[in-house]
């Protein structure tokens, strides 16, 4: 069982994005869940979200404590979180950050610039589908062109291509 | 357990969260061009802005209301 | 059948969708306002055949699912915590006009302290209103469990409605893999609600929703007590007839790994899939756990609970709710109708995650249980 955490704030998509990310597993062909943990319901406060991927039925629902990799929608969220709590030895984290934040060693961390790649393309600093390309890439748990589907769905037309285009380019930049 | 009622009795909770950190964005007043509207310092939904235009960095979310309402567009949205 | 992946929410108004509703009267509440959004979206997009009602609360969101359903509708609604609290007294109407209704309850905490987040006690808590309750441990039961039910509810020998409850969030806004059936096979299953009894028919006029001397009253309520008790075949033979053409079997009580157990665990809705995973674990360390899942509360099963749990040696009940000096619902009626040495354990409320670590302890404390009643996940600290 793969165990993922978003980090994110009220706004940014956390939640979708958990949801994108199981959709995407599942038309992997993979069994898989994904849930919220809403605190306050506003924008701009931190939120907690989660995905599970098996290829068994998924039947248990807590939360999240050991994933095997984070993602971070915002480097503020560094100084108000534990973002590593319960992170796997070895887990993999994928950061969202235009600066050179420190983090711990012990960890791989995959940094992306999200927030300028969906002003970008987007014009909205609104990062999950970004951050969904970089995880694709830099943990090959689930396929860009299952994310790239699911995004298109979950946003029709126009904004949907937009944020497959900007999920693309994570993608690419991850990879290098 | 000592929160009968779940009660906070220690005032101030919402000064400690600082909201400040929430921002992508960050208003920055260009004081040269400000025309002594006050259009900022009434409209900020969070009071973040006096009437000297100081802005309270520690509490201002970014939500770039201010920016909007400027009518000689001296508030820029800068990225953190 | 089509399998989607999608939250309980979306599986339940799915369910509504397939079931051929007619009337749709709702009122919106977090965590189940997105049964209330899908459904207006099926309506408006022309899927869905129905009226949805809006109405200003609650109890105004009962009161025309009882007007509709005595038209002969078919009705379907939603609610969570306080919006079914403040259905109250129109949730003991509708069972007493004997309303063939069927709702979605999103389980979730009562204030105060005011909470959001999921237990049991707003379902329980109206325990006594003479509904038929079915609890789902994840989407695709929640999605069955309302299909089934409109067999039940208007079957002339029960005609009481029916809430199946599912877990705030945890199940509502939780996406998994679920099985939606196909319309026409779904159609057939559920035929068409003909009723016969308190209906506003014009060629065949009768008064409903009377006033009862003391004359009467009493004998209306004993039908209801029967019907209750009737209700058992009749979700026998409908859970029989669901598992041949669906291929997924139901009973009241599920048996997981319990024939061999000396401790069984008893508990309802979504939790069961944490203390299965948990119980595969503790076997594999050579301990003899079982879980019983109570599916459906009311009426209660006592005869299906005692086959399973009448060999072991203690019972360990868990609740999402509690009476306040007595300990849980389930764990004081398991106590009051079976022969059995059974402790209670108070989870989960206003959201409280329970984890395998709270099953294990659980576990632990049932073999030399201290007290009869005990709340586990408690904070240690001082707060």
Known sequence: MIEIRFHGRGGQGAVTAAEILAKAAFQDGKYSQAFPFFGVERRGAPVLAFSRIDDKPIRQRYQVYEPNYVIVQDDGLLKVVDVFSGLKKRGKVILNTKNSVEVKEEYDVYKIDATGIALDILGVPI?????????????????????????????????????????KIAYNQIKG | M??????????????????????????????????????????????CINKEYEIDYDYCKGCGICATECPVKAVKMERE | ??????????????????????????????????IAEYLAKFVADGEMDAEYVRVESEHSAMSVAIGASSTGARVF?????????????VLFIAAG???????????????????????????????DSGWIQIYAENAQEALD??????????HPEVLLPAMVCLDGFILTHTVEPVDVPEKEVVSDFVSTYKPANAILDPEN????????????????????YNAMINSKNIIRNVNKEFGEIFGREYDFVENYRCDDAEIIIVAMGSVCGTVKDVIDEIRRE???????????FRPFPTDEINAVVKNADKIAVLDKNVSFDIGGALYNEIKAKLDVDAYGFIIGLGGRDVTPEHIRKIVKETKKPEKDVQWIGLREEEI
Request: with cysteine; charged share 20%.
């Open chain 3, 1 to 34: 059948m089509v399998l989607k992946i999608a939250t309980a929410n979306r599986a339940v108004a799915e369910a509504a969708k397939l079931s051929n509703v007619n009337v749709i009267p709702v009122y919106p509440i977090t965590p189940a306002t997105s």
């Open chain 3, 205 to 224: 006029p009768m008064s409903i929703g009377t006033f009862t001397d003391p004359n009467y009253y009493m004998e209306a309520r004993h039908d209801m």
């Open chain 2, 2 to 47: 000592t929160s009968t009622g779940a009660v906070v009795k220690k005032p101030g909770s919402t000064r400690n969260t600082k909201t400040g950190s929430w921002r992508t964005f960050k208003p920055i007043i260009d004081m040269d061009k400000c025309i002594d509207c006050e259009n900022c310092y009434l409209f900020c939904p969070e009071g």
């Open chain 1, 127 to 167: 990062v999950n589908t970004v951050m969904l390309g970089a995880f694709a890439a830099a943990t090959g748990e689930v396929s860009l062109d299952s994310i790239i589907k699911i995004i298109k769905e979950t946003f029709p037309g126009k904004i949907g291509e937009k944020n497959a285009e900007a999920a």
């Open chain 3, 77 to 89: 609604t939603a609610t969570s915590s306080q919006g079914l609290a403040l259905m109250h007294e």
């Open chain 3, 145 to 154: 469990f309302v299909i089934q039910s409109y067999r039940i509810t208007e």
């Open chain 3, 97 to 127: 006009m004997r309303a063939p209704i069927v709702m979605a309850n999103a389980n979730r905490a009562l204030s105060a302290p005011l909470s959001i987040w999921n237990d049991q006690q707003d379902s329980i808590s109206e325990r």
């Open chain 3, 286 to 296: 050579g301990e003899k756990v079982g879980l019983l899942k109570l599916r459906v």
